[in-house]
């Protein structure tokens, strides 16, 4: 029988906050919550930013860029007249252009004169067209918390959001990872658009031409699955499964399909799944403005009929819009087989049963959307009929779009999701687009998603497409309910999370609820082993209770286990029959039964 993938934890950072104990997600429902939620929401955002003002709501969320956001372009000419410079004598070339002339200025410094004719190139900042962005909270700065040491921004949010789950988790990694053999353990993480500062691969291709000298570090990590090695390198000390897919915007939902199926397989029982997503670099932003896929600032006043745009409702999926909002954001799950989960008392969150992916076959356009995602949300509402029924389906699920704020998705979109709903004889399907709050952060999309609808089943909310007043006429929605108000259901049992990726990467991830999770884990293991595990759970929850009081009293303290725990040779132990890491259970050479009927026989 196949083994049930469950949530046990959930944390990251976002534009709302902390992803752990529901935090950026009470941020975004903050009007519907009670005084001591709302209290408890703005002393986390405190805490992370050390603002201890009510007005932290305001520096959360899709806002302005600060002033100093610019693209710093540059103006070509040709020089008619010599040109006299001072340079550092290590900066000069191994070998002098024709025509320099060079002269000493100490030992450290020389003066270049260049001769007439040259090409030159003047610094100039670009006047920005795009000002709004889906950004981590002011005064919340990943790098300050730990020895970041020159670490790209994607990977030092890797490290917080990493460190919030196993926060979330409550109990020791240790604890989990002496349960099971060290191959049992996977991570798949990684981001769309790589390690684009100047610490990774934007530095790479930036440096030269502005002087600058490339480093040793920015090469490696830059790397887009690096944010899987320094989850295994730094904070898990993992041996097992390891890696990270790449797929555009639904990058976050391919790692989920790996470790959902690698538990469902029985390969693993723990896997780490994460995206650590940084874009928010201005030549990254320029690109996509460029595509024409961003809401530039003119476009925004213009839908307003206004002289200014309206930079905290920048993105309005499903209405009147003009483009997406870039953002920046990293989110990381823990998902367990159900045995183990029931054996070391976990707290279960939910559970993911699958998730589908499908290409859109021949197009056009690579960026246009096409016919894949009819597939992936074909099959996730059948696997929902499937293990919640036909009533659970129909009555108790709700749909986490994609829902960029592009004219092009909220009628690409909305029809797939009508026709999916129609044919499933479903008349009123809640649609929610979180986007409206958090902006689009590309690869971690995803993520944002999956921790706000763990939100949603926790606190008994959809959150409503706030930044919107109305549904644009061209939005197929017969069969949908656009939920543009914060809206109460204590009885959802599912959601189907969608994603639509530049170049024909869809997918669709069924995340039940934790009751729904809980009522079939009864029905599978009995109410015995149910009752041993919620005793079991108990401590669990205490140690959830101390994170969170952690969350809203002191400073963050990310995991960073640099320089620790390091083997070498000396620490394996090697034979025919297994291999064993010093102080970790022995990995066995066992014989693969499924590829029993091919064995060679001599």
Sequence with gaps: MSALP???????????????QHFAFQRLIFDALDSTQQRDTLSALSRLTDNNSEAVLAHTLIRALPDSHQLHGALAGTSDAPITLEMRNMDLPDSLPAGWQVTAVDKRRSRVTLPPGLSLRVPHDTPRRVSAAGQLPDGFDPGALYASRNHPRALQMAIFGIS?????LGMDWAQVADRVRPDQVAVYASNAMSQMDDNGLGGVMRFPPNGQRITSKQVPLGLGEMTADFLNAYVLH?????????GACATFLYNLEKGVHAIRSGRVRVAIIGTSEAPLVPEIMEGYRAMGALAEDQALAALDGAAHADLQRACRPFSENCGFTMAESAQFTVLMDDTLALELGADILGAVPDVFIHADGGKKSISAPGVGNYLTMGKAAALTRQL???QGLRQHSFVHAHGTGTPQNRTTESVILDRTAKAFGIEHWPVVAIKAYL???????????LSAALGSFAHGWLPGIRTVDHIADDVHRDHLNFCLTHQPRDDLQATLINSKGFGGNNATAVALSHTMTESMLTQRHGQQALAGWQQRREAVREAKANFREHCLTHAPAPIYRFNEGVMADEHVSLSQDAVQLQGRAAIQFDDDAGLKDYQFKQ
């Excluded at 919030?164 to 979330?168: I, N, P, V, Y």
């Excluded at 993992?238 to 890696?243: E, F, P, R």
């Design 6 to 20: 469950v949530i046990t934890a959930m944390g990251g950072i976002n534009a709302a906050g902390r992803s752990a």
């Design 388 to 390: 919640i029924g036909e």
């Design 164 to 168: 919030d789950a196993l926060g979330d």
């Design 238 to 246: 993992s041996v097992g499964t390891t890696g990270g897919m790449l």
């Design 439 to 449: 902006g689009h952060s590309l690869g971690s999309a995803g993520g944002d998603q």
